[in-house]
């Protein structure tokens, strides 16, 4: 039986968990450039060490960072939309109103991919009715490639 931590003893070793850019990268099957363009939105902001800084250290409130930003592209989100819900949460302020303005977001969302959808539907319906009528003109007896041209034509210019 492994011996149970006190609960400091547990903070103590989150806090000193860190990643670099690679195991991020790893982890979330992403780059590290699209890593670096997070950071460079204003989504994370990893410590520096090293020869002039050179070396990106994540915290575990980074990881949390990167993994609500990926949730939120996935959800269909803006940059500035994930920063905006995500930085509401960095605060200990009213929760009742964080929680309204992330369901305004998801709400308008929601509104967008349903219009998207039906915009699918409205192209799948019209790619449905050329395809019927190519197979038609491919079907009529004696059609030849000019005919078929022809015949096509016609049917756009009226």
């Known amino acids: 039986m492994s011996p149970r931590h006190a609960p400091d003893d547990r903070l103590q070793d989150i806090m000193a968990t860190t990643y670099t850019i690679a195991e991020l990268a790893r982890e979330f099957d992403i780059t590290a450039r699209a890593i670096r363009f997070y950071e460079d939105q204003g989504l994370l902001s ?3 060490e090293g020869q002039g ?3 990106r250290v994540y915290t575990p409130r980074d990881r949390t960072r990167l993994k609500l930003t990926l949730r939120g592209k996935r959800l269909g989100l803006t940059l500035s939309e ?3 819900i995500i930085d509401m ?3 200990p302020k009213d929760t009742v109103a964080q929680i309204n303005r992330f369901l305004g977001v998801l709400a308008h969302q929601r509104e967008t991919l349903e ?6 539907e409205m192209s799948l319906a019209e790619i449905a009715v050329h395809e019927e009528e190519c197979r038609r003109l491919l079907a009529e007896p004696g059609a030849t490639g000019e005919q078929l041209a022809d015949d096509a034509g016609e049917k ?3």
């Open 53 to 55: 800084g050179r070396n």
């Open 89 to 91: 949460y960095e605060t």
């Open 156 to 158: 756009d210019a009226a």
């Open 82 to 84: 994930i920063k905006s």
């Open 115 to 120: 219009q998207q959808r039906a915009d699918i």
């Open 46 to 48: 990893p410590k520096r």
